[in-house]
């Protein structure tokens, strides 16, 4: 929207703790929501959402911070359940973000922000369920723009994870920039940031979260990521994965640098075991699989962290989920590929980058204050309850 279209109409403001309530991230597997509730709907939410609250994503991942006046909240539905994210926003009344802000009774009115694939997807669907336009973002736009709000103005929200510590890491705002932003979604998409405003996409690669969670299913009959993840870190890798010292005779390959511990070949064993994918245990598959994965995502990231000259590559999307077996292989990965020069980082609200670029997208289009609005709802602020 022209940003002098929209001040004419701000002259609508009713009262002034008004903020946007909702934006929405439609992605290929998760929608990702940020949205605000006051405490006057909250309480009638109360009342209508106690079966919908079972249909959001129940894994863990959702936050929920309480302020003074209610409450910012972070919350995820799978994208193939789209119309219990519908429900969920008709009956907490968020598609009215525009009622209070714009004066004329137009169909500006009720506009959401959204990003992601979803956003163009599903658009006649907001539309005829909702009444709503969704105003699209770009995706690398709010990736960026989330993780620079998120790492300038939210206390402690990036951390290293090594060795089992997390220790949680402040960067200097005017040392910030550049870094790689490593996004892991359904697909990864790498982007080189080097200021507020300047960033490029400079890499991806299509074996992603999606990839971890669509052949975890075929190959271990899981129901669900959580279920995967759970297995996971039941597992042992070894049982899969073909090891250096397994080729090498029980020795390292010291003089390349390789462990005999090392995987050599990444689901090598069963090549010469003669068994049957039911011989093996569900949790070692999914151990072998999250380990090829992350670490496959780790080099290739390094790989463009060197090409590029940059130190710092900060990872976000919710295959990460703060799962440490998951970011102990990415760190692990970083670090043994750039001989200790290069350092992963890890986001708390790593799946909600998209998201939070779109709700600060309305600044754009005229509302004022909402970087100030939104960190109002923060950690520092507020109290914080996770599903
Ligand atoms: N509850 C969950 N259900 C399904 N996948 C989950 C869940 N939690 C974490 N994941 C993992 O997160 C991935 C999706 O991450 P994310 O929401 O960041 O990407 P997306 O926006 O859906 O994908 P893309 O950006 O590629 O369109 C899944 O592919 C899966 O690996
Ligand atoms: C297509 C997107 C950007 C959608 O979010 C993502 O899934 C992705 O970056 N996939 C990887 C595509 C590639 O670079 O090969």
Redesign the pocket.
């Known amino acids: 929207m022209d940003r002098n279209r929209a001040e004419e109409k701000l002259v609508g403001i009713r009262d002034s703790d008004g903020v946007p309530h909702l934006s929405l991230d439609i992605?290929?597997t998760l929608i990702k929501m940020v949205y605000f509730s006051s405490n006057s709907s909250e309480s009638t939410d109360n009342r209508v959402n106690s079966s919908l609250k079972d249909k959001m994503s129940t894994s863990s991942g959702n936050l929920h911070y309480g302020i003074r006046n209610g409450g910012l909240h972070f919350t995820k539905f799978e994208t193939s359940k789209i119309s219990d994210c519908i429900e969920f926003i008709s009956s907490k009344q968020l598609q009215h973000n525009g009622d209070r802000y714009y004066a004329a009774p137009t169909n500006d009115k009720n506009i959401i922000k959204a990003t992601?694939?979803g956003a163009f997807k599903f658009a006649d669907m907001f539309r005829e369920k909702l009444g709503v336009t969704l105003d699209k973002v770009d995706?690398m736009d709010c990736l960026v723009t989330g993780a620079n709000f998120l790492l300038k103005a939210v206390h402690h929200e990036a951390f290293t994870y090594i060795d089992g510590q997390k220790e949680f890491v402040q960067i200097d705002h005017k040392d910030l920039y550049p870094y790689l932003l490593v996004?892991i979604?359904?697909?990864?998409?790498m982007i080189k940031v080097e200021s507020d405003t300047k960033f490029e996409r400079v890499?991806?690669?299509?074996v992603?979260g999606?990839t971890f969670l669509g052949l975890g299913k075929l190959l271990t009959n899981c129901k669900s990521f959580d279920e995967l993840l759970e297995m996971s870190r039941q597992g042992n890798n070894r049982v899969i994965d073909m090891l250096v010292g397994e080729i090498y005779g029980g020795n390292d390959y010291a003089k390349i640098g390789l462990a005999s511990t090392a995987i050599a070949s990444s689901f090598g064993k069963p090549i010469s075991e003669n068994k049957e994918l039911e011989d093996y245990k569900a949790e070692d598959v999914a151990r072998s699989l999250l380990r090829m994965i992350s670490n496959n995502i780790g080099q290739i990231a390094y790989l463009n962290a060197l090409h590029f000259g940059l130190k710092r590559i900060i990872f976000g999307g919710f295959f990460i989920r703060g799962h440490a077996y998951t970011m102990d292989t990415i760190s692990v990965a970083v670090n043994f590929w750039s001989k200790g020069e290069a350092k992963a980082m890890f986001l708390r609200h790593e799946g909600f980058l998209g998201a939070l670029g779109a709700f600060l997208s309305y600044e754009e289009s005229g509302f004022p204050d909402v970087a100030h609005q939104l960190l109002e709802g923060f950690p520092q602020n507020s109290y914080c309850t996770e599903d």
Do not use: A, I
């Open positions: 992605g290929g992601g694939g995706e996004n979604g359904s697909g990864v998409s890499s991806g690669t299509s992603g999606g």
